[in-house]
């Protein structure tokens, strides 16, 4: 936009206008932060995504913040800057949050568990390599490499190169969650109702596991899978 030639006086204000947007984002992210603080958090897959999505996130809104001034923008428009910038936030931020969402409920669709330590190596995988492919991006931006083209000068290769082996890294972490859910449907137990519901302390195990788990919601009152027709009539919850 402010490369079309926009006046002083209009670049000002949507410089101010986009610089502004930072301040709900980052209303955002502390509020995920705090919910999360508020919690007991414990590390499993779904929790790895959702923390490994506002790092990343977050990372994409403040390269946000720099494309923001219009005198910046017009000097890394059309670089491989501003394609770090979307890629952070779409192809990073918005995958790894549909990955949490996916470890969280496919047990509750599909009705088996997941193997743990796979869906923990396909984060730490796809974390490493998505960072290792764009991150690199950046340099080049500022380096002023152009997006949109067939080929590049050789004083772009190291970055290039850099940013080749974590595309690699991504495809191998790909395909480890592909095995993960082959694994969930072919190998894994039978899941129960409430996949993630914890013991309270001083109460055993074999007691939890055989009496009713508690649940703060209905759905995760209901058996795994979900039957067609849940409930007779509407249920009522106090």
Known sequence: MYAVGLDVDTRAYFTAASMIIAVPTGIKVFSWLGTSYGGSV???APMLFALGFIGL???GGLTGVILANASLDVTFHDTYYVVAHFH?????????SIYAGLY????????????????????WALFIG??????????????????????YADAFEGWNYVSSVGSLISVAATALFLY?????????????????????????SPSFEL?????????????????????????TQS
């Open 88 to 96: 952070y936030v779409l192809s990073m931020g918005a995958v790894f």
């Open 211 to 235: 009496g009713t788990q508690h649940s703060t919601t209905l759905e995760w009152v209901l058996p795994a899978p979900t039957p067609l027709h849940a409930y007779s009539m509407i249920p």
């Open 57 to 59: 996130f977050t990372i």
């Open 130 to 151: 998505v960072n290792t492919t764009f991150m690199p991006q950046h340099f080049l931006g500022l380096q002023g490499m152009p997006r949109r083209i067939p080929d």
């Open 180 to 204: 993960t859910m082959y694994d969930m449907l072919v190998s894994q137990p039978v899941t129960v109702g409430n996949t993630w519901a914890q013991a309270a302390f001083f109460v055993d």
């Open 42 to 44: 414990r590390l499993t």
């Open 104 to 123: 969280y409920w496919l047990p509750k669709i599909v009705g088996r568990t997941y193997n743990e330590d796979l869906a923990c190596a396909h984060f």
